[in-house]
């Protein structure tokens, strides 16, 4: 199965509260409003997904078209990054907040565990997930984890998506976390979405980090926007094309769309996101 060929839902969400970046749609909020949306639309058995944006997400927006129409298809689409952030400050919204993917799984899973709300894991390997199910198990005891498939790598097949669809709706997840990496992630979250009454919330790294086969960067680290300095030492051949190659092609491209708007609004044209 090619993701490409299969479109997202025809309707496009509201955008409240976002602005674009670099062409790609970016919502402003915190751990907070955004956790509170998700419980809600899981509560309400919504088909929804999540997008965790970040600076290699809106370059590969803008690099295929088929990751723009997956991601610009989706209900919400957090600032992951910190130049994202930077960016909506930038635009109009100065009290959007980080919304990392690894700390909002946590802030999902811990309101989940409050509420009763299943869970379902989408992604790594049979012992990735038995150690992050561990892991998320200890630090959140009463949370329901209903779901746990590990799929292989490379495509896959229809028959192998219609297996996993009947599993996570046999299971009653209510909320999916998605661990595939971007952008594969947000192309099976897009394929499968409107066939499952589930929020799935495509977290990538996310689920190494907690298993705890992967480092992960300290928090003053993360918060410097240095981040991806800490995961190319890490993991320098799987990564270094991400961090080299877009990074620079990020700021040339929010440089230019700055001076842009910037020149727009001396020149009296429209101002703000």
Not at 47 to 56: F, M, T
Not at 67 to 74: E, P, Q, S, T
Not at 232 to 247: A, F, G, I, Q, T
């Amino acid at each position: 199965m090619t993701f490409a060929k299969h479109s997202p839902p025809q309707a496009k969400p509201a955008r409240l509260h976002a602005a674009q970046i670099g062409g790609m749609w970016v919502n402003a909020g915190t751990y907070a409003s955004t956790t509170e949306q998700i419980i809600l639309w899981a509560q309400r058995r919504e088909r929804r997904y999540i997008c965790v944006g970040n600076v290699h997400m809106v370059m590969a927006s803008r690099d295929s078209e088929s990751v723009r129409r997956v991601v610009d298809h989706a209900d919400h689409v957090t600032a992951d990054g910190m130049p994202l952030v930077w960016m909506l400050h930038l635009r109009g919204f100065p009290k959007a907040q980080r919304v990392y993917g690894p700390n909002l799984m946590l802030a999902v899973c811990r309101a989940a565990a409050e509420k009763g709300i299943r869970v379902g894991l989408f992604g790594s390997t049979p012992i990735g997930l038995t150690r992050l199910s561990a892991a998320l198990s200890d630090r959140f005891p009463s949370l329901p984890i209903v779901a746990k498939i590990a799929p292989p790598f490379g495509a896959f097949t229809a028959a192998q998506n219609r297996n996993w669809i009947r599993e996570l709706n046999a299971s009653g997840a209510e909320i999916i976390f998605v661990g595939l990496g971007c952008p594969k992630q947000e192309h099976w979250m897009a394929e499968v979405s409107g066939e499952l009454p589930a929020v799935l919330i495509g977290v990538g790294a996310a689920f190494d980090f907690h298993a705890g086969t992967v480092r992960q960067a300290p928090a003053w680290i993360q918060n410097s926007g240095l981040e991806w300095a800490f995961r190319l030492l890490m993991e320098p051949r799987r990564l270094w094309r991400r961090y080299l190659v877009l990074n620079p092609r990020f700021l040339t491209l929010m440089l230019t769309e700055e001076w842009r708007r910037r020149t727009k609004s001396t020149e009296g044209g429209e101002t703000g996101a």
